[in-house]
């Protein structure tokens, strides 16, 4: 198998090779569109709000030196950040003034990680594993904290954690930990959130065992489901409203208006 580094951990070979939380998401929400960024013949458009994300993580590294030399775009000529990105610094500060947060951070940065979970062989980076405490933490970074999303399969507004499937991943995570280092009980795992509010709102989010077990429980159900499709044995399937199903869309009949919604 591919030997995981730094370098080709984001590569088509490694997402070929391995499946992580987003190409688990990306089957979820759309087969087809997972299935054509796995052949390498279709790629998510670069993406202000992962620049940002990028920018506050490549910070908690201890990279963001490095991160600014590789990303000169994110600069106007006299060397500042553009507006638009100067939240990212103001998030960092915030961040950086809170010493419970500080202490949540420390521990090894960007680990990677492979587990066999669920009849496949994972990758996971940890944005802080600390073996001492026993702790992973994840960082976010998100609009506001508090916002509600409104989930149409269960009919209630959720917060951003549920929303954008946060809490499978820490689950997740937590689980590939475990297998990977060979301990029998999860680490505790924390969400540190940052929001792009002015001024940024933060938290430190945590999450019960009980959840952790249902999160797990339905990646084992989807997951017989995806590795048929991604391994090539079941057609997959198209979402019908994502970026690249509009962008290949080709109508051959007549929707209900009734329908619009569903
Ligand atoms: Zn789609």
Redesign the pocket.
């Known amino acids: 198998m591919l030997e995981l580094n730094n370098n080709n951990y984001f590569s088509l070979e490694a997402d070929q090779e391995f499946m992580s939380n987003s190409q688990y998401k990306d089957f979820r929400d ?1 087969e ?2 997972a299935m054509a960024k796995v052949r390498g013949l279709w790629k998510e458009p670069p993406n202000e709000a992962l620049l940002l994300g990028s920018y506050v993580h490549a910070w908690a590294e201890g990279n963001l030196e490095e991160f600014k030399a590789s990303n000169s775009d994110l600069f106007t000529n006299k060397g500042e950040l553009y507006a638009k990105y100067k939240t990212a610094d103001l998030m960092i500060e915030t961040l950086a003034n809170d010493p419970f947060i500080m202490f949540l951070l420390q521990g090894e940065k960007e680990t990677i990680i492979t587990a066999e979970f669920a009849g496949a062989v994972w990758k996971a980076k940890l944005d802080v594993r600390n073996e001492e405490s026993e702790r992973i933490v994840d960082l976010k970074t998100v609009r506001d904290i508090r916002g509600k999303h409104w989930d149409k399969n269960l009919g209630c507004y959720v917060s951003f954690v549920e929303a954008f499937g946060y809490l499978r991943q820490m689950a997740l995570y937590a689980e590939l930990e475990r297998i990977y280092y060979g301990h029998s009980h999860f680490y505790e795992t924390y969400i540190v959130a940052v929001s792009k509010e002015d001024p940024p709102d933060k938290e430190v989010i945590g999450m019960d065992q009980h959840r952790m077990d249902e999160e797990l429980a339905e990646i084992e159900r989807n997951m017989p489901r995806i590795l048929a499709v991604k391994s090539g044995f079941e057609e997959p399937k ?5 970026r ?2 509009r962008e290949t869309k080709q109508l051959n009949k007549v929707v209900h208006y009734m329908d619009l919604l569903v």
């Open positions: 759309c087809e569109r198209r979402c019908g409203t994502c690249y199903c």
